[in-house]
């Protein structure tokens, strides 16, 4: 079930002012009057999330087969979940990250040698080997080498649990408690402080950054050894480590984890279509194989074409026996394979299959959600809800068949409804053409499809005639470009979209621009920004 | 990596009932005996009077129909305080009339203070619906809900129960939007668990059979030592970090220092000599659970079992349970896509929300729209009966000892978030009387805050306070309750 399921779609009657005639929900960086644009905003530190703790335990044991092993579920804020203000040390957290730590530490020791740098077969050697360890796995749990005063006091820890309960307990309870360390646990940012005030962070805690950034998982020896050298403190030296780490296989699973966010390809869950209405859709394949062409597709966009342009006008698809029908073209066996779409009806992932599944009902498809998707994901303009109280339901169908803009055309012209109404449904109505399958269809309910619409408060307003033209304005946008780099700078600090201002993304968004608006390259801007590599702190 | 698994979230799944009862410390004969019979629980000894706890449970969903949800009079006179029958979409809950407070016109009044907008209309109630709080962006709450509130509260300054507080889900969380209503302080979500295995095994794993022979009991007390030991180094790391860092990072590390200690602090608890361990039946039901929403009623069933066996054995004294919403519910009052030309069940409630909805007046949509909430009043009822069957020391039942609230994250279809229809339940101890329907005025449309009810439900289970939540729309405790 998705969130984007149960937003309602529709406004009967309105009685508070919402929208009136602007763009914005108060907390996009391009339109918020009065936060401050000076500095970087103060946020906390962040905690690793789910997948990326999950992750760096494999990259810390790699000889040996771990237990899956889970946290409880993370909350989305702003359409992310890794905001760093949210994560709360619930007790269920802290009870996990215990249990946790002991399944992990129990796998890691059926064959000490798999973990061990050393052989401890005296008592001296079990020492020596036991501080050996704990230099060896805490300089890669805590993503540098450790300090002195840290060294002496889990060597001690470790002496007194031998001294107690013998070696491999000892060992057990090190790795347990390494575990458990904010050290590990958090990006643990000290910085040193500059003549402006701000903090620099260290080469240490750059390459953690970049490493969960661009990998979701903890650094490699090279990465460290390029924080070691200090190679990390020129944005050259960064750049150089970014795309190494870009070439690795591992940034695919963390630009598809961004995009699968970003895109609300995750909404792509559990949807039910009608039997009668939609022949072709089955609740029990469709969704997942139009999820995975979705993924797929997002993939392909950001390895295969990078272009911002791609994103909003290309007109390919993955297409597999299960979704053809969706896609409009001949059925293909096998697994989903890259296939040019008609391009006068596909346009990037505007247009995409699965987004407009997931933005629709069961019978309709739902203008509402596909305007705010635009909105709140590539102008990063969100509207406020309706004010309480209002009915949202979409008027039925009558004696004569209506189409589904015809239905709630009406209703959100009223009143102050009319404010908001005007520039989600501006953008929604321009995707009449897809059903609630995100098949084309040139007529809905048997009329006429009408897919003209029109940007408002937008820098590319005015009219356009369908998804297609509404991708090819949103290509020309400079809002969208600042929004896209808006998007990827808050991910890669875990920030809410009022922790971000316009001092922080411009010059992102500046450099995108010069790259000719390659998404890869802006991946590159934004680990080479100011925001990205430093912090402020208040006292 | 949500279901199925063998890790640590599900090492209990298969313990058997006798391995349950030991490693609770209650011999399987003894309580085969004695069904609520003594354990080694370390609260259990104490002597004099026995000191009942009272507990705290939400009930968490939706909204109710306006018109179907007022009691109905009795003999042709209108429904008064003491005189009353249940409304149409409240009969599940028939012969439990005097153990219920039917409230009538309490308003979330935060949410005509509170800034910036929410990010859709359900994350506005579910931001306010717990917190009584204002919101600090779009999408979260500036302060603590109620349930953590309180569970804070009553284990300080030292934890008492094993689990400070449960809170579960059945089903998928329908409409919760973005973090859900759980806060452990403003900003601070917490999610609800979805699986009922990882929720049996949180409240009843981990206890270690204290062992008969001198090795086994040492053996334990040497596992026990090595947990805590652990535990110590690590919050000793965070003392030692923190300080170095921003005041945003220190808070944030603080916190989790402290609920390391405070865990540390929870080792050791056990169940009390009154306990009620989850049946044969439970552990075999609980493999009925697939993945959330699937079979939203019987793992509603499993929580609400878990969560009396929990209070039973003193584990916790305060949880949630949400409700499955309409979508969870589909096939059990037998809805499909394209009835009544609706897209889907979300679609039929609104539809069906007033009488100036489009299918107010079709007999059979009404019909169905109407299951969803007796399938709910029917779950609520089903909790209240669990409580109800487990007797108390001084002859009163869990129930009796319990405050129930069944609330929601909004009021009705219309996404109103005032007169609200939340219902009470259980005496909490005899801190509030039951039997009775409180219907409050409501000048200028305006019915007391969320916030004064909340007040009352901490000071019933002993938690002192005059405020709660948003301190400008709260007066004190709820007057009439």
């Known amino acids: 079930m998705n969130l984007a399921k149960r937003l309602a779609p529709l406004v009967v009657t309105c009685a508070a002012a919402g929208c009136v005639g602007t763009l914005g929900g108060g907390e996009s960086p391009e339109t918020t009057p009065g936060t401050t644009n000076a500095s970087l905003l103060a946020v906390p530190v962040a905690r690793l999330t789910t997948a990326q703790y999950q992750r760096t335990l494999r990259a810390l044991f790699p000889k040996v087969t771990l237990p899956a092993v889970d946290l409880p579920r993370e909350v989305t804020v702003g359409g992310f979940v890794n905001n760093s203000r949210s994560q709360a040390p619930s007790p269920a957290l802290i009870e996990q990250l215990l249990a946790n730590a002991t399944a992990v530490a129990t796998a890691a020791l059926v064959d000490p040698t798999k973990v061990l740098p050393c052989k401890a077969s005296t008592a001296a050697e079990e020492t020596s080997c036991g501080h050996a360890f704990v230099e060896d796995l805490g300089r890669r749990a805590f993503r540098r080498p450790l300090a002195s005063d840290e060294i002496a006091r889990f060597d001690g820890q470790f002496d007194a649990a031998r001294t107690a309960y013998g070696f491999p307990v000892a060992l057990r309870m090190t790795i347990e408690t390494l575990l458990q360390t904010p050290q590990f646990l958090y990006l643990t940012e000290l910085g040193q402080r500059q003549s402006d005030g701000r903090f620099a962070l260290t080469s240490y805690e750059l390459a953690s950054r970049l490493s969960y950034f661009l990998w979701n998982s903890m650094p490699d020896d090279a990465l460290l050894a390029a924080a070691g050298s200090g190679e990390l403190a020129t944005p050259v030296g960064i750049e150089k480590q970014a795309r190494r780490l870009l070439a690795d296989p591992q940034a695919r699973d963390a630009v598809a984890t961004f995009q699968e966010q970003w895109l609300r390809i995750d909404h792509i869950d559990d949807l039910s279509r009608s039997a009668t209405s939609f022949p072709a859709w089955n609740d029990a394949t469709s969704p997942a194989a139009l999820r995975a062409s979705t993924a797929a597709y997002a993939d392909y966009l950001f390895w295969d074409r990078g272009t911002l342009a791609a994103y909003l006008t290309d007109s390919n698809g993955f297409v597999s026996n299960e979704t053809s029908a969706f896609f409009g073209v001949p059925s293909t066996s096998g697994t989903a394979k890259l296939l040019p779409l008609d391009p006068a009806q596909r346009s990037g992932i505007l247009t995409y299959p699965g987004l407009m599944a997931a933005f629709a009902h069961s019978l309709d498809d739902a203008p509402v959600q596909r305007g705010v998707f635009v909105l709140d994901r590539l102008l990063c303009a969100p509207t406020p809800p309706p004010p309480p109280g209002v009915n949202q339901a979409t008027p039925p169908q009558g004696a004569t068949p209506k189409t589904t803009r015809e239905r709630i055309a009406q209703t959100h012209e009223q009143g102050t409804c009319a404010g908001c109404h005007k520039i989600i449904d501006g953008i929604g109505f321009g995707f009449s053409h897809y059903d609630a399958t995100g098949a084309w269809r040139n007529t809905d309910s048997g009329q006429p499809v009408d897919a003209t619409g029109s940007l408002v408060g937008t820098d590319v307003d005015g009219p356009f005639d369908g998804a297609v033209a509404l991708g090819q304005k949103l290509a020309q946008s400079k809002q969208v470009q600042s929004c896209v780099s808006t998007q990827w700078l808050r991910y890669s600090l875990g920030l809410a979209p009022n922790e971000i201002n316009k001092t922080m993304v411009d010059p992102v968004t500046d450099t995108f621009r010069q790259k000719g608006l390659d998404v890869r390259e802006l991946v590159v801007a934004v680990v080479k920004s100011d925001a990205f590599r430093y912090r402020v702190r208040n006292p | ?481």
Not at chain 2, 305 to 319: I, K, P, Q, Y
């Open chain 2, 1 to 481: 990596m949500n279901q199925g698994r063998k890790d640590g979230r599900g090492e209990m799944r298969g313990l058997s009932r006798r391995g349950l009862l030991q490693a609770l410390g209650i011999g399987a004969a003894t309580a085969a005996l004695l069904p609520y019979g003594l354990s080694v629980g370390s609260r259990s000894a104490s002597a004099g009077p026995v000191q009942i706890p009272k507990r705290i449970l939400f009930i968490y969903g939706m909204g109710s129909i306006r018109s179907f949800y007022p009691p109905v009079g009795v003999g042709g006179a209108p429904a008064s305080e003491n005189s009353w029958a249940l409304g149409p979409l409240h009969t599940p809950l028939i012969g439990m009339e005097k153990k219920l407070v039917i409230t009538n016109g309490l308003d979330m009044a935060v949410n005509t203070v509170t800034q910036p907008d929410a990010g859709n209309a359900h994350i506005q109630g579910g931001t306010e619906a717990l917190t009584a709080a204002k919101r600090s962006n779009s999408s979260l709450s500036s302060g603590a809900s109620i349930d953590q509130w309180i569970a804070q509260r009553l284990n300080a300054p030292t934890p008492v129960t094993k689990i400070p507080s449960l809170e579960l889900s059945a089903g998928c969380d329908g409409g919760d939007a973005e973090g859900g209503p759980h806060y452990i302080a403003g900003g601070q979500v917490i999610s609800a668990e979805r699986n009922p295995n990882v929720a049996f095994n949180r409240v009843f794993g981990g206890f270690s059979n204290p062992g008969q022979t001198p090795a086994e009991i040492a053996a334990a007390q040497a596992a026990l030592d090595q947990k805590k030991s652990v535990l110590e180094n690590a919050a000793r790391e965070f003392s030692s970090v923190a300080p170095k860092l921003a005041q945003e990072d220190r808070t944030k590390l603080e916190a989790h220092a402290s609920a390391i200690r405070d865990l540390e602090a929870r080792l050791a608890l056990r169940a009390s000599s009154a306990c009620t361990p989850p049946d044969a039946k439970y552990q075999s039901d609980l493999k009925m659970f697939t993945t959330p929403g699937k079979h939203a009623v019987s793992d509603f069933d499993l929580d609400a079992r878990l969560v009396t066996s929990a209070f039973s054995c003193d584990l916790t004294r305060v949880a949630t349970i949400h409700l499955p919403s309409h979508y969870d519910l589909e096939s059990t009052i037998g809805y499909t896509g394209g009835m009544f030309g609706t897209t889907d069940t979300h679609d039929l409630t609104h539809k069906t929300n007033d009488a100036n909805a489009a299918l107010w007046n079709d007999a059979a949509a009404m019909a169905i729209v109407k299951k969803i909430h007796l399938a709910q009043a029917q779950m609520f009822r089903r909790v209240l009966d669990l409580l109800d069957g487990i007797p108390e020391a001084d002859g009163t039942t869990l129930l009796d000892n319990t405050a129930v609230l069944w609330c929601g994250q909004i009021a009705e279809g219309g996404h109103a978030l005032t007169e609200l229809p939340w219902i009470l339940a259980g005496g909490a101890g005899g801190a509030f009387r039951t039997g009775r329907y409180l219907k409050f005025d409501r000048p200028n449309d305006r019915g007391p805050s969320h916030n004064d009810l909340f007040v009352s439900l901490a000071n019933a289970v002993g938690v002192a306070t005059n405020s709660f939540g948003e301190a400008s729309v709260c007066t004190g405790p709820l007057r009439g309750l």
